[in-house]
């Protein structure tokens, strides 16, 4: 079965430090990944999306993800910490099989300091 | 330019009670989906349908009721409110490609007590 796991549940940063956010998936075959981005009392915008093909997807915002097969990762970075970053983060896998059906990690919420 | 409109935006409901969450989407999405939000567990499908007439349980289906008989509309019953049902209720619906992205609505908030 597919799962995610989102290895903080809480990160805080400097603005104009760069953001790491943690991503694990399980997956017996190749997967889609993607991560979303929940601004407070809003619905969930795609950030960017993983589907076989090139391994380093860019995204809006200036955000990027890696994904790595040997270490089962999918970790979102961004250079630069802006103050209008602070949202919580979710990494999902498609399930297979399941049409758009997603698998959402419990989320990240990153904080950004001045 | 609408997108996924959900109502209402806020309900409370005594134990008990029903209701129906209403969502609609204007981009002749095939596929539409409900999620619940609760603190720490990221969101979790609740059902979902992959066109008119069809649906199907997704993780926490139970309490739950569904329909589509229109392309644009799937809403969510709760046929006897619960205060384990208190949570966010996001609609979201995406084009059939594999991969499509997931466009949501701004969600409900609903408390039972």
């Known amino acids: 079965a597919q799962s995610v796991t989102q290895l903080d549940s809480h990160v805080s940063v400097s603005e104009g430090t760069p953001v790491l956010l943690r991503c694990n998936y399980s997956?017996?075959?190749?997967?889609?990944l993607f991560w979303y981005v929940q601004h407070p009392n809003k619905g969930l915008q795609l950030l960017l999306k993983?589907?076989?093909?090139?391994?380093l997807v860019k995204g809006i915002n200036g955000f990027e993800a890696e994904f790595k097969k040997s270490e089962t990762s999918f970790h979102l970075t961004k250079p630069s910490a802006h103050m209008s970053d602070a949202a919580e983060y979710f990494c999902v896998v498609r399930v297979s099989g399941g049409y758009n059906k997603l698998i959402f990690g419990a989320g990240t919420r990153l904080a950004v300091h001045p | 330019n609408a997108g996924v409109t959900q109502t209402p935006k806020f309900q409370v409901l005594k134990t008990g009670q029903s209701m129906t969450l209403q969502c609609a989407q204007d981009m002749n999405h095939e596929y539409m989906s409900w999620y619940r939000q609760d603190p720490g567990m990221g969101l979790r499908l609740i059902h979902y349908s992959v066109g008119a007439g069809i649906t199907d349980q997704g993780e926490v289906p139970n309490g739950y009721n569904v329909s589509r008989s229109t392309t644009e509309d799937f809403p969510l019953r709760l046929l006897s409110a619960a205060p384990s049902q208190t949570s966010v209720y996001f609609c979201?619906?995406?084009?059939?490609?594999?991969?499509?992205?997931?466009?949501f609505g701004n969600g409900t908030r609903l408390t039972v007590t």
């Open positions: 997956s017996s075959y190749s997967p889609s």
């Open positions: 993983y589907t076989s093909a090139a391994t």
């Open positions: 979201a619906s995406s084009g059939q490609a594999v991969g499509s992205p997931l466009h």
